[in-house]
C-alpha cells in the first residue's frame, strides 16, 4: 500500500522523467489505469457511491497519461504489448481503447479537456458488462455478436455513472452511444448520422480498431493496416469516415 501510494503521488512526474525506458512507463501507466478501474467496479458493484476523491484521481491520471501517450515517441505500441500474454479483460481491453482514442483525439486537433473527456469514457466505456450475463472478457470474439448482453452494456455503463459528480455529459454520451452507427444500424438507439455526438464516434472508431487488432484475440488478430482496410470495407457506412486519415497519422507517429 505505501509502495502504491509513492506511486500515485508521483505518477504525473515519473511519466516524465528520462531515467525511466518508455516500455517501463507503458507499464506503470497501464497498472495504474487498470487498478483505478477496478476500483470503479468494485465500489459500483456494491451500490456505492463513487468518491469525489477517487473521481478527481481518475482524472489526474488520466491527464498524465495523455500527455504520456501523446509526447512520447512509441508510448502507444509499448502500452499495448505490456500486458499482451494475459486475458482479454475489460480493463485491458479498455486502456487499449483509451490509448487509441487518445491518440486519435490529438490527431483532430481536440482541446485537452475534450481530449480528457474521451479517455475517461474510453476506459468506463464497458463497465456495464459487470452487471450483465456477459463475463468481463473479450477472449471470445462472439461476445461482441451472440451474447444477450452485448446491446444492453451501454445503458448498464450509463445508468452506473450517470449520478457520478464531475464526469462530464461528453463523456456520459460517449458512453452511451459508443455503439450507435451512422447508417441507424447501432443500439441502444438506432441513432444516425449527426445525431451521434463527435465524441462517440471517436470511441467507436477507437474501439471497432482495438477488437480487430488485440494480440488476445482467439482467432487471428490483425496487422493495423488490415484492420483498417477492413474496417473501411465493412464498416463504411457505419463509422465515422473522416476519423481514418488523422488516425493513419497518429499512427505514423508512434
Known amino acids: ?14 511519466l516524465k522523467t528520462k531515467h525511466l525506458l518508455v516500455k ?26 463513487l468518491p469525489v ?8 491520471t488520466v491527464q498524465s497519461s495523455s500527455q504520456f501517450l501523446i509526447s512520447e515517441k512509441q508510448a502507444l505500441n509499448e502500452l499495448i504489448q505490456a500486458f499482451a500474454d494475459v486475458d482479454h479483460l475489460i480493463y485491458q481491453h479498455s486502456i487499449n481503447v483509451m490509448a487509441f482514442s487518445v491518440v486519435l483525439s490529438h490527431s483532430l486537433g481536440l482541446s485537452a479537456s475534450n481530449i480528457e473527456d474521451i479517455a475517461i469514457a474510453s476506459l468506463l466505456h464497458d463497465i456495464g458488462y459487470t452487471k450483465s450475463s456477459v463475463p468481463p472478457t473479450y477472449s471470445n470474439d462472439s461476445a461482441r455478436i451472440n451474447t444477450p448482453g452485448i446491446e444492453s452494456h451501454p445503458v448498464q455503463s450509463f445508468q452506473m455513472l450517470c449520478t457520478v459528480e464531475h464526469l462530464s455529459q461528453n463523456t456520459l454520451d460517449a458512453i452511451l452511444y459508443h455503439h450507435e452507427r451512422l447508417d441507424g444500424s447501432g443500439f441502444p438507439n438506432g441513432l444516425k448520422g449527426s445525431q451521434i455526438p463527435m465524441h462517440a464516434r471517436i470511441l467507436a472508431f477507437a474501439d471497432t480498431f482495438e477488437f480487430l487488432v488485440n494480440p488476445n484475440r482467439k482467432t487471428k488478430k490483425m496487422k493495423p493496416f488490415y484492420a483498417l482496410k477492413s474496417m473501411m470495407e465493412t464498416e463504411k457506412k457505419k463509422l465515422d469516415q473522416s476519423l481514418f486519415k488523422p488516425f493513419i ?3 505514423k507517429l508512434q
Open 53 to 60: 476523491d477517487k473521481i478527481s484521481k481518475l482524472q489526474k
Open 1 to 14: 500500500p505505501a509502495a502504491n501510494s509513492f506511486i500515485e503521488g508521483k505518477f504525473s512526474e515519473l
Open 249 to 251: 497519422l497518429a499512427l
Open 24 to 49: 517501463h512507463k507503458a507499464e506503470l501507466m497501464y497498472q495504474m489505469c487498470s487498478q483505478m478501474v477496478q476500483d470503479f467496479v468494485q465500489l459500483l458493484m456494491r451500490g456505492q457511491i
